[in-house]
């Protein structure tokens, strides 16, 4: 007698998966997309020094708020952002994780496209909004794809593997910057050039979508119970045959109730305590994380650095950026998601205050690397850790919802840190994401609960 197919037999049947080329090559296809939003996130720091050679941009602002700084360029992305994801974040739950993914990559490409060919403060700004918006979506539904197609037992090195993928548009962007920002390539200004070739992921999109299914514990939620199934057989019968013998029997299913997650469902226990976690956790995270990406250049300057030498410095530094999640592809499922967190915090202090206390360049470059390493390797942990703690009713609303804060903090992060770093230098910068990142060790080592190898609907019960 054939087993009913229940939105729970569908995730045990895929949490059961060995890890065959099939299902690294469904990861690796996302993770592809995660390259360009990376790549249109993070450009801002490398090409501000084009913006302000171009007389677009000042890298200080009059005024707290002034709308012409650098700070105002990196303020409208995540402003962009706390929008796409607080408000948007919904759309994958509702229409689909496969659809999201190809609708705002598309969405944010053309909105970068555009502001390539922007001449005022304003436009500049406006753009990079629109953009932000676009990206924030897509990063709320690549995490929430992937925690839902990788089997539980490889779920840290998925997200491992998505971030060491992405991360390579860090050096790309850094290297691109360097070669073109302090030039003008027939006339048109370095800054443009990188940020019109960031724009070519939109080629790749409609290949990768060609070949993703919609996710099936999506589709066994929403009760589209055939759909779920004939997405399994398929992907069953791929990993069957690369694995060369029977798949192991799926363990008992885990019930949950097919509904229509509400944004009321996020504060019922124990949802509410990881949401009240997970905001104070991104509100403080950003400003590590962002505050040393997007300045680096700036703040290598405000050391003694000319721009061409800080530009060739931060392409060093950079090339560390997937270095941090290759290192996770082979401790991420052996080590606990939140004492990875809470230690590279503490890595982040230790590099960052020392940074502020050198003007040597190798010394400064080997803190910087440092600073990658730990900033990527919480990064891959926490967007890992963040999808697994609420169930698929609510998984991109409720992502979407406790990410948007570290979006939120990073529109006045950036003024914040222009501020500080006029006022008191860099050490005054590395003091305050010591500040920061000491908060964030103290919510998710004592609020996080453990996850590592865990169903995810266990994690949810």
């Given at each position: 007698?054939?087993?009913?197919?229940?939105?729970?037999?569908?995730?045990?049947?895929?949490?059961?998966?060995?890890?065959?080329?099939?299902?690294?090559?469904?990861?690796?296809?996302?993770?592809?997309?995660?390259?360009?939003?990376?790549?249109?996130?993070?450009?801002?720091?490398?090409?501000?020094?084009?913006?302000?050679?171009?007389?677009?941009?000042?890298?200080?602002?009059?005024?707290?708020?002034?709308?012409?700084?650098?700070?105002?360029?990196?303020?409208?992305?995540?402003?962009?952002?706390?929008?796409?994801?607080?408000?948007?974040?919904?759309?994958?739950?509702?229409?689909?994780?496969?659809?999201?993914?190809?609708?705002?990559?598309?969405?944010?490409?053309?909105?970068?496209?555009?502001?390539?060919?922007?001449?005022?403060?304003?436009?500049?700004?406006?753009?990079?909004?629109?953009?932000?918006?676009?990206?924030?979506?897509?990063?709320?539904?690549?995490?929430?794809?992937?925690?839902?197609?990788?089997?539980?037992?490889?779920?840290?090195?998925?997200?491992?593997?998505?971030?060491?993928?992405?991360?390579?548009?860090?050096?790309?962007?850094?290297?691109?910057?360097?070669?073109?920002?302090?030039?003008?390539?027939?006339?048109?200004?370095?800054w443009r050039w990188v940020v019109?070739?960031?724009?070519?992921?939109?080629?790749?999109?409609?290949?990768?979508?060609?070949?993703?299914?919609?996710?099936?514990?999506?589709?066994a939620q929403k009760g589209r119970?055939?759909?779920?199934?004939?997405?399994?057989?398929?992907?069953?019968?791929?990993?069957?045959?690369?694995?060369?013998?029977?798949?192991?029997?799926?363990?008992?299913?885990?019930?949950?109730?097919?509904?229509?997650?509400?944004?009321?469902?996020?504060?019922?226990?124990?949802?509410?305590?990881?949401?009240?976690?997970?905001?104070?956790?991104?509100?403080?995270?950003?400003?590590?994380?962002?505050?040393?990406?997007?300045?680096?250049?700036?703040?290598?300057?405000?050391?003694?650095?000319?721009?061409?030498?800080?530009?060739?410095?931060?392409?060093?530094?950079?090339?560390?950026?997937?270095?941090?999640?290759?290192?996770?592809?082979?401790?991420?499922?052996?080590?606990?998601?939140?004492?990875?967190?809470?230690?590279?915090?503490?890595?982040?202090?230790?590099?960052?205050?020392?940074?502020?206390?050198?003007?040597?360049?190798?010394?400064?470059?080997?803190?910087?690397?440092?600073?990658?390493?730990?900033?990527?390797?919480?990064?891959?942990?926490?967007?890992?850790?963040?999808?697994?703690?609420?169930?698929?009713?609510?998984?991109?609303?409720?992502?979407?919802?406790?990410?948007?804060?570290?979006?939120?903090?990073?529109?006045?992060?950036?003024?914040?840190?222009?501020?500080?770093?006029?006022?008191?230098?860099?050490?005054?910068?590395?003091?305050?994401?010591?500040?920061?990142?000491?908060?964030?060790?103290?919510?998710?080592?004592?609020?996080?609960?453990?996850?590592?190898?865990?169903?995810?609907?266990?994690?949810?019960?």
């Amino acid at each position: 007698m054939a087993t009913p197919v229940t939105a729970g037999s569908i995730s045990a049947r895929l949490d059961r998966l060995p890890a065959t080329r099939t299902v690294w090559t469904l990861i690796v296809l996302l993770s592809l997309g995660f390259f360009f939003e990376l790549y249109d996130l993070l450009y801002s720091g490398y090409v501000a020094p084009g913006l302000v050679k171009s007389g677009i941009l000042t890298p200080t602002t009059t005024g707290f708020f002034g709308m012409t700084g650098i700070a105002s360029f990196i303020a409208s992305l995540f402003a962009g952002l706390f929008v796409g994801t607080i408000a948007c974040g919904f759309l994958a739950d509702r229409f689909g994780r496969r659809a999201i993914f190809t609708y705002s990559l598309l969405w944010y490409t053309l909105a970068n496209l555009i502001m390539a060919f922007q001449d005022t403060a304003t436009g500049l700004n406006i753009w990079r909004f629109i953009a932000g918006v676009g990206i924030g979506v897509e990063l709320v539904t690549i995490g929430t794809y992937i925690s839902e197609l990788a089997p539980r037992h490889i779920r840290g090195r998925a997200f491992a593997c998505e971030q060491a993928v992405g991360f390579m548009a860090v050096p790309v962007v850094a290297f691109l910057a360097y070669q073109l920002v302090p030039r003008a390539p027939f006339g048109i200004d370095g800054w443009r050039w990188v940020v019109v070739i960031g724009a070519h992921g939109a080629l790749f999109v409609w290949w990768i979508r060609r070949t993703l299914p919609e996710s099936p514990r999506w589709l066994a939620q929403k009760g589209r119970l055939d759909e779920a199934d004939r997405v399994m057989r398929a992907l069953e019968e791929k990993v069957a045959r690369e694995y060369g013998k029977p798949l192991p029997p799926p363990e008992a299913a885990l019930e949950t109730a097919d509904r229509r997650g509400t944004f009321a469902d996020m504060w019922q226990p124990p949802y509410g305590k990881r949401a009240t976690m997970m905001i104070v956790f991104n509100v403080f995270q950003t400003v590590g994380f962002y505050g040393f990406a997007n300045w680096v250049p700036t703040l290598l300057v405000k050391q003694g650095v000319t721009v061409t030498s800080s530009l060739m410095y931060s392409s060093i530094i950079a090339i560390a950026a997937p270095i941090g999640p290759l290192i996770g592809l082979a401790i991420a499922d052996r080590i606990e998601r939140k004492t990875a967190i809470v230690a590279m915090a503490a890595v982040n202090i230790v590099c960052g205050l020392l940074f502020s206390q050198s003007r040597n360049a190798a010394f400064l470059i080997a803190m910087g690397v440092g600073l990658t390493l730990s900033a990527n390797i919480m990064s891959y942990s926490f967007h890992a850790y963040q999808t697994e703690l609420f169930p698929t009713s609510i998984r991109a609303r409720a992502v979407g919802f406790v990410y948007s804060w570290s979006r939120f903090s990073a529109i006045f992060t950036s003024f914040i840190i222009a501020g500080v770093l006029k006022g008191f230098g860099t050490t005054g910068v590395f003091v305050f994401i010591a500040s920061a990142m000491l908060i964030v060790m103290a919510a998710i080592g004592f609020m996080g609960p453990r996850t590592r190898d865990l169903a995810l609907e266990k994690i949810s019960h």
